[in-house]
């Protein structure tokens, strides 16, 4: 067996994969990326966050995505009943990106490795990782090719970017159950000829179809739309037929829909993805580190998957850099506690978005400017700015402000009639 020797392995090159594999290759070390499947792939996950425009930035791929004229994104817009809650990131409270992109993934992600290939990162296609030997000081790493060949790799360190393959988390038993209940999503890509229908044709847009079940609108710069709906696995079982019945029945059952999206192509049966949320032990052992989602996936609400991919990826391969450079590093403080700060902070929004919480606040009449803007930071991923009060007490900020809006709310609706 041929047995190929690096500084770094990183497995997956999704978003999680490059960035950690760029920022490693930056600083001089020899670092090989092993993917699977054969690339452009489909991978669902296109709503970006103006937060990953940093990590894109610092991995040297934001020149490189610009070209490819994505569709831009400017905030993000909720709709419930014909009411309509808009956030601007132009307004949001922590310094940042005030823009990002909506992306077809299949394209995105192979620009991302196409660049770092150019920068000089081999990446071996349809070569997946069956085993892994750890020694102490490095390991040793079984590649299966798609002729069932097999070989490996020595490396000093493994970057885990295996996002739904969980590659080190299953091989070690480090996975454990989240404490999100199971959700369940139907989806395709749409010929959206329609689009002017809507008053903002190229706008991202989440609809809130009924309690705890809603749907992503997001339009991509070529034409096509991607558009799906998620709720609870029971909610889906009212509907029968085919994929695609389903998906067309849905979609004449909501007012929002129906006009623009009546008899619209699909470019491929519709899918369903379900109980994806998912999370492990630890982050990190001796000899490598997981990053994006290989540590945890919350929920599609809020678009926070890439985000937290690449800024995990971006973190973790900068302590990579440190570590080979000899510092000893804290992975406890350093990288997970960091990265859970920013997952709890989503949890809660994720939850409180379910629970109806959101809708509270989101949909309520005369906003608070300072408030919306705080939440606006954290709808555009800006969850690490301790700051902004609706990060560093997300857990009872949100529940209080909605209860102050409903008290204000039942006051004004009991206030006498002049
Ligand atoms: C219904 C749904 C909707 C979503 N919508 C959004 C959204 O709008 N915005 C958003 O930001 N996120 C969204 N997400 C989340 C998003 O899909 C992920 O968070 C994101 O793709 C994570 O990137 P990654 O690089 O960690 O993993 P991936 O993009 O999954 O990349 C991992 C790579 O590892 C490879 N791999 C797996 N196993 C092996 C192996 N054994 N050997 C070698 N390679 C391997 C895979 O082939 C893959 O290419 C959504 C998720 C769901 C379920």
């Known amino acids: 067996m041929t047995i190929q020797t690096t500084d770094v392995l990183v497995i997956g090159a999704g978003p999680a994969g490059t960035v950690a594999a760029s920022i490693v290759n930056k600083a001089g070390y020899k670092v090989r990326i092993v993917e699977k499947m054969k690339f452009p792939r489909f991978v669902i996950g296109e709503s970006l966050l103006p937060r990953c425009m940093e990590a894109l930035e610092e991995a040297g791929f934001l020149e490189a995505v610009k070209e490819k004229k994505f569709q831009e994104k400017g905030g993000a817009k909720f709709v419930k009943n014909g009411k ?27 620009t991302l490795a196409d660049t770092v290939e150019k920068m000089g990162v081999p990446i071996d296609y349809e070569s997946t990782v069956t085993a892994i030997e750890f020694n102490g000081s490095d390991s040793l790493t079984t590649v299966t090719d798609k002729n069932g060949n097999k070989s490996q790799i020595k490396a000093r360190f493994i970057i885990d970017g295996s996002g739904y393959g969980r590659v080190i988390p299953k091989l070690f038993n480090m996975d454990k159950p989240s404490n999100l209940p199971p959700r369940k999503a139907l989806f395709t890509h749409t010929v959206d000829l329609r689009r002017a229908l809507s008053d903002e044709p190229n706008r991202i847009t989440i609809v809130v179809h009924q309690h705890a079940v809603w749907i992503w609108i997001i339009p991509f710069s070529n034409g096509v739309t991607s558009l799906g709906f998620v709720g609870d696995p029971s909610f889906f ?6 994929p695609e019945e389903q998906l067309r029945n849905l979609i004449a059952a909501e007012p929002y829909l129906k006009e623009r999206f009546k008899d619209v192509e699909f470019l491929f049966e519709p899918r369903v993805l379900e109980s994806w949320s998912s999370t492990t032990d630890r982050f990190f052992g001796e000899g490598f580190v997981l990053t994006g ?29 440190e570590k080979l450079n000899g510092r000893q590093i804290d992975w406890e403080n350093e990288y997970m506690k960091t990265m859970m700060q920013g997952v709890d902070t989503f949890r809660s929004y994720v939850m409180a978005w379910y629970e109806g919480t959101l809708d509270t606040i989101f949909f309520a009449d005369d906003q608070d400017a300072q408030i919306k803007s705080q939440i606006c930071s954290v709808l555009a991923g800006y969850v690490w700015d301790l700051d902004n009060p609706y990060v560093k007490n997300h857990k009872t900020g949100l529940h209080r402000l909605a209860s102050m809006i409903s008290y204000r709310d039942s006051l004004l609706s009991n206030a006498p009639k002049p």
Do not use: H, M
């Not at 940042?96 to 394209?107: L, M």
């Open 237 to 242: 079982a009212n509907y029968s037929g085919s």
């Open 293 to 321: 989602n290989v540590t945890e996936f919350l929920d599609p609400v809020f678009s926070s998957g890439v985000t937290l991919a690449t800024v995990s990826s971006q973190i973790a391969g900068k302590l990579v850099v």
């Open 84 to 110: 309509i809650c808009d956030y601007q990131f132009a307004d949001q409270f922590t310094k940042g990106w005030s823009w990002t992109w909506q992306v077809p993934r299949a394209e995105f992600d192979k």
